[in-house]
């Protein structure tokens, strides 16, 4: 099975930022880790929202970022992700709940853009 990964962050040789590659199985080579996001085809939602619409990956990437942006320290992990039931409170009825494994999907094309402005 081959897995499209899309580079979101500079420091894979080669490739730069918006560059699609593919590699033979689901598990991330170390030398993309927190460089990019996998690229599916399908998008899982779990326990969707009666109603609710599902966004793009880039759409739902923008409103975690703007989420995490109005969160407050004490709901970031040590590792520095965010809580996913904190993210979920403040969306919108009828958005899609964000489940762990989106957010962990979706988080490393943007942790740094969130960080820097949360100051």
């Known amino acids: 099975m081959k897995t499209k990964f899309e580079i979101t962050k500079k420091g894979v040789e080669g490739q730069k930022v918006g560059d699609i590659v593919e590699f033979d199985g689901e598990k991330v080579p170390g030398f993309l880790l927190n460089k990019g996001r996998v690229l599916t085809e399908r998008v899982a939602v779990t326990n969707p929202a009666t109603g609710a619409v599902q966004e793009s990956a880039q759409e739902r990437q923008a409103?975690?970022?703007e989420a995490a942006k109005v969160l407050d320290d004490e709901h970031f992990s040590a590792e520095g992700v965010p809580d996913v039931r904190e993210i979920n409170a403040l969306l919108?009825?009828?958005?899609?709940?964000?489940?762990?494994?989106?957010?962990?999907?979706?988080?490393p094309g943007i942790a740094e853009a969130v960080k820097a402005d949360r100051g």
Not at 94 to 104: I, L
């Open 92 to 107: 919108d009825e009828g958005v899609a709940k964000f489940a762990a494994a989106e957010r962990d999907q979706l988080w």
């Open 63 to 65: 409103l975690l970022a």
